[in-house]
């Protein structure tokens, strides 16, 4: 049922509204968690791990798979191209670091690609590798916007098996000679209908061009539609497609609707939120820099701790804001769907769309953000509806 709240106040009619996404794909109740997801006679230590690898496994508590891990894991070892589908928060990541970590520590000479649509999951991705490499003596480095380029000209110009990077940086380092990708026969895509949409299917060509004919690819991402399924064909070559996607939204996320007058109700609602002690730790979507960073101003002068993360902060300014998040020195975090991909933050507990999102696709990634990893979470999503 949807929620109702009500305060008398004249009604607001926002211009510019985002086109209407069916306010019923935002109501959910969450299903019982079960282990039936995975099963449980499949080990991490049945997969042909070296022995240094496995005992990092064993030491980080990996048991079980998941079953994105457990599908995927095999053919990337056998050396297959790979498309894979699973919802977020399923351990995607994993399923292809570890076998590439596998690939490039049984042999020195190798050397392997990591693209990642945002700045955000390109971090996560290399501090996920850090966690389960470090001690091996692989040496990667991380090619994103926003930081100095020749700090990693520089880190290029060692021996490095590991690059992960944004699309648009890896390009400016092809261009300036830094960086040269015909000694790399592994390439991973992370969130391929991510790059497709936001407009970087030209720089994934580009990139690929300049890697050898003779290579592994793979692709992981939540959602693959006709049209990106037909664009990865043009990368792979036999490749094995593993989905194990039961549904567009997690089932352990209980979801609701939030309708309000106008954007005053709304504001006076989402405080009301906050001041609950349920909302420890919550990630606050909107549609735009500006709207959200004038939220996050709002939310500090009147005592809230938060911060905001979107297009015009720095770099640092994102990532700090995202350690605090982490480390749970933040109620809340406020974004654009800058965040509404890969990033894996322990416990949140709520995900609020104080701004709905223009498309159901976009809805799936935002509220992917809690209930990950079998945990539960609430998605709420405001819709104004001045009638």
Known sequence: MHTRYTRSSNSYKRKNQPKRVDTRLFVNKAKPITISDSDSTVTFQDFQFESSIQHILKKREYIQPTPIQKEAIPHILAGKDVIGIANTGTGKTA?????????????????????????????????????????????????IGGDNIKRQEKELR????????????????????????????TV????????????????????????????????????VDKSTQSILEEFVTNPVTVSVKKQETAGN???????????????????EMLRKDAYEKVLIFGRTKWGIEKLSKHLLSIGFKVASIHGNKSQ?????????????????????????????????????NYDAPDSHESYVHRIGRTGRANNTGIALTFVEDPS
């Open 95 to 143: 399923a292809f670091l570890l076998p590439l970590i596998q690939k490039l520590y049984e042999n020195n000479n190798e050397r392997a690609l990591v693209v990642a649509p945002t700045r955000e999951l390109a971090l996560q991705i290399i501090q996920e590798f850090h966690l389960f490499a470090k001690a091996l003596g692989i040496r990667a480095v991380l090619c």
């Open 158 to 185: 060692g021996y490095i098996q590991l690059v992960i990077g944004t699309p648009g940086r890896l390009k400016d380092l092809i261009n300036r000679k830094s960086l040269n990708l015909t000694e790399f026969h």
């Open 188 to 223: 991973v895509l992370d969130e391929v209908d991510r790059m497709v949409d936001i407009g970087f299917i030209h720089d994934m060509r580009f990139l690929i061009s300049h890697m050898p004919r003779e290579r592994q690819s793979l692709f992981f991402s939540a959602t």
């Open 253 to 271: 996320v209980e979801q609701n609707v939030i309708k309000v007058r106008d954007r005053f109700e709304k504001l006076e609602i989402l405080e």
């Open 316 to 352: 640092n300014q994102r990532q700090r804001a995202l350690q605090l998040f982490k480390q749970n020195q933040l109620q809340a975090l406020l974004a654009t769907d800058i965040a509404s991909r890969g990033l894996d933050i322990d416990n949140i507990t709520h995900v609020i």
